[in-house]
């Protein structure tokens, strides 16, 4: 049994976490944080847990995190880069879901969020989290910088065509919308049933941090410059994003061929689905699971290949690619604990 | 032209006021106080307003209250006995929005919301106002306690037998459902889309506020004692509120008789629309309306007859009640500016 | 392993069991009609099985349905019973989602159902699937009538005041509220998201085909007349039922001794829950858990009992208390394949 | 007062055009028709009219249509065509909601409406009711083709850039997002709660009907050919419509000269509402109202303008937009009867 130790389990990825992690066959949930909820049965907060989960939150201070074999950070960006060295040098691994080691480019950090990066060291050792596209590098990493929601999508969308240099790099759309849950548990005017009801708007088009994030790992992709136009959207769903991805064919190709581009790249991956060409793939068919799919387009067959992704954005957007890149860095089947069904109706 | 004064136009209760006013043709806002938001245009707020409304927020110093015909409170308990007699003072009408003014019964306005009553002689003389049954004296009224949402539909649900004294007045059940912008436009956790959304749930069922107002003005149509079990619900829609009262019969009264009796108490009322016996009103048929619309049902023809009510609860449950007092005060007719069609779907 | 089929798995409740038998352990779909679907994968219709289940539709006369060792039936109302002779001569357990072998009282369902009765016999052999109640019984029975959703609610909620005898049998209330699921996957113009949805109401309030079967079951509880109001309403939620139970203390009681009634008759039930005294539970504890949450209120310690109970229509509702009946059926744990966690949020 | 007949108001821009024209100060309605619906009054289909439409549905050999002033087609594509010729040829004035009217080129029609045009007569005289392009020749027109939801939001969006030229009319791209209401009154499985509801997914990506119309129009405002990639989502919302609109700059252009393009083109439109530089309209903003919205932005000053425009699909983008047609053809104020404040939350 791995034993687990979870950073701030009061939010979504952590609510999400522990739903995930209670049924993993190999998961033992040793220690959750919280200063506030100190003592609080974690039941108490989530009534979907009783029953399956007796444990109650702790204060920093008394959880013996550097007991554990692993620590999630479901936190706000900066507790974990506070954190890692300490767990780190006990030998425990560390998986942040927030953002503190996804940029490699520590200017690129604090621009975006606003505080300096306290531990660029450990940043130099980080993996980013996609198994996808980094299997091997996770396989061997001691801290994990979970991919954020938007770029899994951006990625997993936009790769195989920057592989193979078949569209522009210079010239990417990705024109996304995400449910409600992905702006995290936070007590805002913006986010209640009555102001994100029934209602449909843009969000940031002037600059997202998923922004800076994404350029940098398809980056890694091309040689070419990356230009990257992202829109997001707040949809009235609890749960789900749905990314539109446009890319500009730089050259004669076949639909069958863009297809075979997809099902080559995907074909041995257990949460990446490459459905039909010219499929309406619904965030739905994702809801509570950890599987992602996509569909490409090509409207009149014209020079522009449109690729539609779909993900529950708090497991594989989150929680759920966590738990995969632990069972990676565990060796364990990389499925172990995440074989959901998704949850339709 | 009614010259109109607003305090606390940032909540829901206000904006209604506001949409409702701005196309009122006797009424001119001429003041809208908010002291965190002084100076902000209103419809920078809200830009439903754009175009509407053309009106700045006012710190509470600098806007000439006691120039208005009529100030609305559309605040937080306790605000408009602070201010009412400054007002009143002044030859200004009054008519809060909040509970201020709606328990006669001091001891229980301060066991329900846990303040002292500052003005209990301005108490005394306001007027509870829920046309239908207290025309005459919102008419002449200085001040008015404008009704709860829940109690304008316990009361005009309950209102024609209890008068007729076919039912039971000690064995009242009123199970009601409210939409989440009956808990007004606070940044509370239990309140966000991810909460509130597709989830249902009973609240504030040992207790509930709304309880002692609605005995205190049921008790004045019967002589017989009052007993009310009121069970409070969350509905995963924005607006809309509907009542599903339990009346036990306690003659033998033919169901005709029993539609009679709805029928004659509201013949003449424009906001009130008794439908067809064994009809199930939709809380959207009254969406953006001052209607309210209820049915009665008697399973088997038993002995409970079931009265089924909807509304619209930030409208004849709050600030569209308010205009119509506002009209009978100022004699005009009571439909002006209020004559809005439901919106469906 | 246990040999599946599936009459009908197009609707609501037959996707349901495909989730929940997709990753049972000990289940193995070999077959789900489909007379209209035939040849039709059954990840074609449901994307969400993509991955986890590899099987196609096919039509009544091709699939071998006397081959397995237990069919569910997830059809319209008749169905079941013209299949189940066949089957059971076969050798084959039959479990029908529907109605058909719920109601003991053949007049009652002629009258509620509108068809008759074409296998009385097989009726009368039939057991109420109700775990809770009726463990004994399905462990040996060869056809199961899967109780309806509304009628668990209730009958899990009054049976620990019924059985001791503490309330009122024949004044019982239930106020139920059910998510738009319930109604099934009717292509019918009240169901659309623009007529069902930021919308509530009642329905059938003078008269629901949930009634008599309740009656009949609660009556097995009590000696005394069950006399029952239920008046359905529906959320504009997609899952989830709330149930507000109102029962008339017929003798002094503490508040404790009445949660001890409910502690003391589910303390070994893996699927049903008590929560503490006075709590609110919402219907996403449960989403897409098999597990039913109840909790006991008592306003101003009057002579009124309140009884909060939620579930997911389609789980403990419907299609996992049918799992549930298989387990009992073929000597598994009961909680075999049905320990999911509730998604939340 | 205006005489109106009404084809087809079962439907949701039908019983929009009610909830307008009831209001409406110059408007009488004198016949409504619906073979199904003979006798049927209008309010007891849609309780949100009672008190306010007292007229029933007529055959319709019995509705005088010819005796109107004006008819509104709110019926299935190939309705109108029908009966244009006679109705004009009676005096009256027709605006058709559906597509009957709106593509010049009758080839397009026919190829993506499935049916040959009756007469082609009527449609080379007909004008296209989009009142911002296309006002004077509305003024005089005796048959109205009123625009598809979507066209209008990406005409109004793209317009003022084409007419400047300032961007690459061969690149457009319209990531756009309706409410479920734009589907219509159908009963369809795809748009019942259960499905749509908290759920997301593009559709019709390779070809939607708006297309063609939309560039038909926009090769009006430009010599250069246009080229549109056009991608429609279904949100889980009642009403409402967001289009984020994507254009190629091919000159430097200040972000000051761009809002001027929007401010100048529509600064005398009363229902066209240019935001400040980079808001982000909510679709909320314009619900129940015939207002439009848009803003712009430009991603680190790059070379693309994104223009976010949102309506009510079913007022500005359906029966507002006829009734503003309306307004004009009868020389009426064009905001008569339209002036309603958006309904928000």
Known sequence: ???????????????????????????????ITSRKEDGLPVADMYPSLRGHLDIAFSSPDKAKLTECDVVFFATPHGV???????????????????ADFRLKDV?????????????????????????????????????????????TTMQLGFYPLLKAGVIDAGNLIADCKSGVSGAGRKAEISLLFTEAGDNFKAYSVSGHRHHPETVEQLQYVTDDK??????????????GMHSTLYGRLNREISNE?????????????????????ASHPETRSTRASNMLRLALHRP??????????????????????????????????????????????
Chains 1, 2, 3, 4 share one sequence.
């Open 1 to 31: 049994m791995i034993k687990i130790g979870i950073v701030g389990g009061t939010g979504y990825t952590g609510v999400e976490l522990l739903r995930l992690l209670a049924t993993h066959p190999q998961a033992q949930i040793v220690a």
């Open 80 to 98: 974990a880069m506070a954190q890692a060295p300490e767990l780190l040098a006990a030998g425990v691994k560390v998986i942040d879901l927030a």
């Open 107 to 151: 200017n690129q950090f604090e621009k975006w969020y606003g505080i300096p990066h306290s531990c660029t060291d450990v940043l130099t050792e980080a993996v980013y989290g996609l198994p996808e596209l980094n299997r091997a590098a996770i396989k061997t990493a001691r801290v994990i910088g979970n991919p954020g929601c938007y770029p």
């Open 226 to 239: 990356i230009g990257l136009l992202f829109t997001p959207h707040l949809v009235p769903m609890i749960r």
């Open 257 to 277: 061929h863009l297809q075979a581009l997809f099902v080559d790249a995907y074909k041995d991956e257990p949460f990446v689905d490459v459905m039909p060409f």
């Open 300 to 345: 009149n067959n014209g020079n522009t290949v449109i690729v539609l992704v779909v993900q529950d954005n708090l497991v594989k957007g989150s929680a759920g690619q966590a738990v995969q890149c632990m069972n990676i860095m565990f060796d364990l089947d990389e499925r172990t604990g995440l074989q959901h069904v998704a949850v339709l109706p």
